[in-house]
């Protein structure tokens, strides 16, 4: 298990996916806590990309009930279908928000972020939990994120 990672702002934002992908599969790797891995995955994305915020929700009966996370305190429970992690809990997709101030039914639980990427957590077609993270800047999520989010989200489903 690899106990520091190696952290390079000064590449390409796929560049930096590319480098920490097998650094969080060291993390994982032998461990089948799945609060730990979570745990460990948000840290990570956290040290590399510095995101205001960074965590899980996990479904438990009609509610996403706060996680692992990285970041100032956060809502502790979500219905489904509200705010972001609700609705991406809802449709079973991930969503990336650009301005959070105009999706609807936001729910704030910190004034600082402006922009949000959610991608839900699902094994045997039904999701478990989600991972979500804002940024304190508009516009800071896009399609490479997704892309690189769904593999460590498929990386940590598999252990």
Known sequence: MAEDLT???AVSKTEQYE???PQIEGLLFGE???VANMANVAAALKEQFNWFWVGFYLVKDDELVLG???GPVACTRIKKGKGVCGASWQQMQALIVPDVDVFPGHIACASASK???VLP???DNEVIGVLDVDS???NHFD???QIHLERIMAVLLNK
């Open 121 to 123: 957590l699902i094994k």
């Open 32 to 34: 089948t806590d799945f």
């Open 19 to 21: 480098s920490l992908i």
């Open 68 to 70: 692992p996370f990285q």
């Open 143 to 145: 399609t490479i994120d």
């Open 115 to 117: 922009s949000e990427i």
């Open 7 to 9: 952290i390079n702002r």
């Open 136 to 138: 304190e800047f508009l």
